[in-house]
């Protein structure tokens, strides 16, 4: 499903992402943990393309998403349609738009971008907002809502484009601890319906239960990557061990 | 004092002369709605092509960027003589057009409205482009990533989130643009000002500058505490926050 | 920064611009105070050396009055200069806008006004005016090939003139015009006319006429009598300096100094009215 392949990226000066290859199969939920700095949310906003890499590559679905339509540099060389109507994102800060209310935030790519009429739009976006628990909120405002609403109803609003992949990057890590369950159980059933995931996530305990495949990155590369109970309960890598020791510490 | 008062204050000079500085306050409120409107537009178009990304559009941003800087340098007063003074010789521009007499208005209105509109389009394109770039990156970022162009993303989401945090700067310029527009008297269009030195002349009297100074005041005095209101408002709205009410 | 603090920081700001402002502005060139207390300044011209005598003109407006600070020329400022050697001061120059002459030297800004000024009742209320120096006329302006042959072709028409002059009032009376606007400075009313932004002019004739001789593209299309003198404007009580002018203005006719100045600038006999 999603393949990446010698992935480098810079800025300026410094290398963040240092050589990564990764391969992940659909419906496979990928765990990507990490000290700050090692380069993970860097490593998703390679896959949908918000950072492009300066070399490597990326297939998604077969087809190499660093290389475009009239490849050349900049953004015509990326294949962005492709990417974007394929793969969505949630952010750690939700990015709702605040000026417009729960349902609009959900419907606007759909009309805007799919050109999906208002009932078509409406109706999904309903059906999404039932599913992620937010049913009653639909004329609300963002800044009425917790922040675990808010990041549920950012959940829908990707998967309101029909992503093949869905992208989450610390997605509960600025939430408040007693709303970070309702989120993670949006991810959990998400899974369960075979939805192909990249989780960057503190979250040590749902990339147990639910991760099929758990990544340990420090420093720009993968230092090791497994099955969860493998590398959470026996890492073999000594900076795994470390980093581990240090969070299970809390 | 008296002297003082005679020159500045002289009532009856004021009360006979009224209704033609009036008029010529008109003409200046005639000037600014215009050259308000446009330059709020074209301040907007030019703020927009600061901002297109991409290697692609560098010379549109370069352009842009100069334009601002040059048009935020030159005194008004030099653009609107470098209008007046060009644009009639220029044989190529059919006669209709080169001096225009549209809808009523003689052709200093039309200079004037354009030199005002040239430069304050380039003071207001700052004032949008602080208020577009006062809005997160994450928005763009969460637009892009549902698959919006930039166009869409800047339309959609990010200049309407921008507007609403611009009235208070933008009020600013239009109050400066009101009082500008006095320039135009210089390739003689009848503005409140150029008319009370008419009056002057004729009198040997300064009041008729007092009036004029007056009628500008009573528009822009309530305009500069609304400035201030909203200010203090935005201040307050911010100070108590507003995202996540948890 | 705190509100008081940001107060004091403009208080200061502005009173550095404005002394900057007043120690600029007290150098040569511009308008100094009443006569005695000024001290001799480079641009008094070839006077009769004595005290200098501050004298305001609406510069330029040639023929009468041109050129760069410190090398003013013109019939005004000849005849004034010839005046001050007759009379034993040094007359100074000060460039300051038409339209607010007359109040300038009733208040005491300048000693005396010599600008092409025509002498009116109007201003006879304000300013007291020597005798006439100059006999005028105005004079209709127009781009050459018009078709506007004389005042009364210019109803309708979109005519300029310079501000607080009597060819506005000509204009405002007699001219029944669509447009009549008026312009702070003669020249850019004339650059106007160039331009094809105004159809006509109504200015000073010999104003109009230097126009056509010296920059073309325009024509007197029709001389208007208005029987207009010029004098030199002095404040109401200085009447001490007005019989002096007088008197020197008499003797520069007399001795025919006038007559020289006259012939150089407009390459015409003076009129007898003048001379005698």
Not at chain 1, 12 to 24: A, N, P, T, Y
Not at chain 2, 25 to 41: S, T
Not at chain 2, 107 to 124: E, N, R
């Amino acid at each position: 499903m999603l393949s990446l392949q010698g992935v480098h990226k810079r800025f300026g000066d410094l290398e963040v992402l240092r050589g990564v290859d990764l391969d992940v199969a659909r419906g496979e939920v990928v765990c990507i943990l990490g000290p700050s700095g090692s380069g993970k949310s860097t490593l998703l906003r390679c896959v949908n393309l918000l950072e492009p890499p300066e070399e490597g590559a990326i297939f998604l679905e077969g087809q190499d998403i660093c290389k475009g339509p009239g490849s050349g540099t900049g953004e015509q060389s990326w294949n962005l349609d492709f990417v974007r109507q394929r793969v969505g994102m949630v952010f750690q800060q939700f990015n709702l738009f605040p000026h417009k209310s729960v349902l609009e935030n959900v419907t606007m790519a759909p009309r805007r971008v799919l050109g999906k009429s208002r009932e078509e739009a409406d109706g999904k976006a309903k059906a999404l907002l039932e599913r992620v628990g937010l049913g009653d909120k639909l004329s609300q405002y963002p800044e009425r809502l917790s922040g675990g609403q808010q990041q549920r109803v950012a959940i829908a609003r990707a998967l309101a484009m029909d992503p093949h992949v869905m992208l989450f990057d610390e997605v509960t890590s600025a939430l408040d601890p007693e709303l970070v369950k309702e989120v993670l159980d949006v991810l959990r059933e998400l899974a369960s319906e075979g939805m192909t995931m990249l989780v960057v996530t503190h979250e040590l305990g749902f990339a147990r239960e639910v991760g099929d495949k758990v990544v340990f990155m420090d420093g720009g590369v993968i230092v090791e990557e497994g099955r969860p109970a493998d590398v959470l309960d026996s890492p073999q890598q000594e900076r795994t061990k470390k980093f581990l020791g240090l969070v299970l510490e809390r | 004092m008296n002297e003082f008062f005679n020159q500045f204050f002289d009532f009856t000079v004021m009360g006979d002369h009224f209704d033609e500085v009036l008029d010529g306050f008109f003409r200046n409120l005639l000037v600014f709605a215009l050259a308000g409107a446009l330059a709020l537009a074209w301040g907007l178009v030019l703020a927009l092509l600061r901002q297109l990304p991409s290697k692609k559009f560098l010379p549109v941003r370069g352009i842009t960027i100069a334009y601002i800087d040059v048009f935020r340098a030159i005194p008004i007063l030099g653009v609107i003589l470098l209008i007046s003074g060009s644009i009639p010789y220029l044989e190529f521009i059919p006669k209709d057009i080169r001096i225009p007499h549209w809808f009523g208005q003689p052709d200093p209105y039309w200079y004037g409205v354009l030199a005002l509109t040239l430069v304050y389009g380039a003071y207001m394109a700052e004032v949008y482009r602080a208020g577009i770039e006062a809005i997160p990156r994450g928005q763009i970022e969460a637009a892009r990533s549902l698959g919006m162009s930039h166009g869409q993303a800047m339309r959609h989401v990010v200049v309407p989130q921008a507007v609403t945090k611009i009235p208070a700067p933008m009020l600013n310029e239009l109050i400066s643009l009101l009082k500008d527009t006095t320039l135009v008297g210089v390739i003689a269009l009848g503005e409140a000002l150029l008319i009370a030195r008419e009056v002057q002349a004729e009198t040997f009297n300064a009041s008729a500058y007092v009036l004029g100074c007056a009628m500008f005041l009573v528009v822009c005095l309530p305009a500069a505490r609304l400035v201030d209101y909203l200010i203090k408002r935005n201040q307050t709205k911010v100070a108590r926050g507003s995202h996540i009410a948890v | 920064m705190s509100k008081t603090r940001l107060t004091a920081l403009f208080a200061v700001l502005l009173v550095g611009v404005v002394s900057v402002a007043i120690a600029g502005c007290g150098s040569d060139d511009d308008s100094t105070s009443s006569g005695a207390e000024t001290s001799a300044s480079t641009e008094g011209g070839g006077g009769g050396g004595g005290e200098p005598l501050s004298v305001g003109s609406d510069i330029p407006y040639p023929p009468f009055e041109q050129g760069k600070a410190g090398e003013y020329t013109g019939f005004d400022i000849e005849l004034m200069e010839a005046i001050g050697e007759k009379i034993g001061r040094t007359p100074e120059f000060t460039d300051t806008s038409f339209e607010t002459i007359f109040r300038d030297v009733a208040q005491g800004k300048f000693e005396a006004v010599i600008s092409a000024a025509t002498i009116t009742e109007e201003r006879e209320k304000t300013v007291a005016f020597s005798d006439p120096y100059y006999l005028s006329e105005q004079a209709i302006l127009v781009q050459e090939g018009s078709d506007i042959k004389g005042l009364a072709d210019l109803a309708g028409k979109t005519v300029a003139a310079q501000q607080g002059t009597t060819g506005l009032e000509l204009g405002k009376e007699k001219a029944n015009a669509g447009d009549l606007r008026a312009f702070p400075e003669g020249p850019d009313a004339v650059n106007a006319l160039k331009s094809g932004t105004v159809e006509a002019v109504i200015i000073d004739a010999p104003v109009a006429q230097n126009a056509v001789e010296e920059t073309g593209g325009v024509e007197i299309a029709e001389k208007v009598p208005t029987e207009e003198e010029y004098g030199i404007a002095l404040a109401k009580d200085n009447t001490e300096l007005l019989e002096e002018i007088n008197q020197g203005l008499q003797e520069v006719i007399e001795d025919g100094t006038y007559t020289t100045i006259y012939e150089k600038w407009f390459n015409l006999e003076p009129p007898k009215e003048i001379v005698g």
